[in-house]
């Protein structure tokens, strides 16, 4: 499989904003530990289908564009960014995604109840009341953060 990667220049085609080479840097300068290039491949797509999922401040360049950047009309600590720009913070969120999915705790995986009791003997289990056990993820969070949109956010026309 190949990464494409929009580097804002709306390339055709594309299907990630960092190379397995940008992501293969990143994790070695902080210790993470991933597999082969074709795995990372898998990882980043698998990444890339979770942040595309996002709602993302401003508007697609162009409506026929492969990925949601480069976007206009967005604001990063009251600058704007450029239409050709593919943001830090966004990569930097891809890369966090990428070492979720290599850690197995991919953004698209099924949670679980907690289990907060056992009992071998006689087959009694209790489960959690809430079924929210998704690890945080706060360098992702921090990284998104600037770049979408609160779900809670009310516009008017």
Do not use: C
Not at 44 to 72: C, V
Not at 73 to 85: H, K, N, P, S
Request: glycine residues 6%; hydrophobic residues 40%; without cysteine.
């Amino acid at each position: 499989m190949t990464i494409i990667v929009e580097d804002g220049s709306l390339v055709s085609g594309a299907n990630s904003y960092i190379s397995i080479a940008e992501f293969k840097t990143w994790a070695e300068a902080r210790g993470v530990d991933y597999e082969s290039d074709y795995t990372v491949a898998q990882q980043i797509l698998r990444a890339m289908d979770y942040i595309e999922t996002l709602n993302f401040k401003g508007l697609k360049h162009t409506e026929t564009q492969s990925l949601q950047w480069p976007r206009d009309m967005v604001l990063i600590d009251g600058y704007a960014v450029d239409a050709d720009e593919i943001p830090a913070q966004l990569k930097a969120a891809v890369y966090e995604a990428v070492k979720l999915e290599i850690e197995g705790d991919s953004k698209f995986a099924p949670t679980e109840r907690e289990t907060v009791s056992e009992q071998v003997d006689g087959i009694s289990v209790s489960y959690k009341s809430n079924t929210g056990m998704r690890r945080s993820t706060p360098a992702m969070a921090a990284a998104l953060r600037k770049l979408t949109e609160s779900i809670n956010m009310v516009g008017r026309a």
